[in-house]
């Protein structure tokens, strides 16, 4: 069991399966495969809530992905035109911006860019009629196998 703290704790179970980053490749653990593994696969995470940043983080990190986080959706947007992330997931409610406002901003510079979007105050209901939608919704409080599926079927990794 690998042990995290983020300002509380939970336990990750050990993941033995296949490589996540390398297709047929059969290390053993997800902590053997993040050690030797060249290809990371970019996740921004935004959100205005810093603990739940830090659990995506910790989350997500533990099974090797290159985790950026940010509490403000406007500085999201400026780093995501330079480090063209693999995957944007983030919160609907977060002030002057929301998550549908990120999500159309990001579509807008990158129409393929594949998004999720959780909240924990509206429900699939909020994009029905947009334009522009995410790939994933998530209600929070989500579970730790959701999010992780959610970001291996989206990325392929």
């Known amino acids: 069991m690998q042990r995290i703290f983020t300002g509380w704790e939970f336990t990750l179970p050990p993941l033995v399966e296949r490589c ?8 053993g653990t997800m902590e053997a495969d993040r050690k030797n593994c060249s290809i990371k696969t970019t996740v921004f995470v935004v959100d205005d809530e810093p ?3 830090d659990l995506a983080e910790a989350i997500l990190g533990a099974v090797g992905y290159e985790v950026r986080t940010f509490r403000d959706p ?3 947007l400026q780093e995501f035109a330079v ?3 693999d995957l944007v997931i983030t919160d609907y409610a977060m002030g002057r911006m929301t998550g549908m406002d990120l999500i159309r ?5 990158n129409p393929e860019q594949k998004i999720v979007l959780i909240s924990g105050t509206v429900d699939e209901h909020v994009f029905s009629d947009a334009p522009v939608k995410p790939d994933r919704f998530l209600t929070k409080p989500y579970q730790i196998y959701q999010l992780t599926d959610c970001v291996r ?3 392929g990794a």
């Not at 996540?20 to 290390?27: K, R, T, V």
């Not at 901003?105 to 510079?109: A, D, M, N, Q, T």
């Open 83 to 85: 480090a063209r992330p």
């Open 153 to 155: 079927e989206l990325t």
């Open 51 to 53: 603990m739940l940043l």
């Open 20 to 27: 996540y980053f390398c297709p047929g490749n059969q290390l």
């Open 74 to 76: 406007e500085l999201a």
């Open 105 to 109: 901003e990001c579509r807008r510079l």
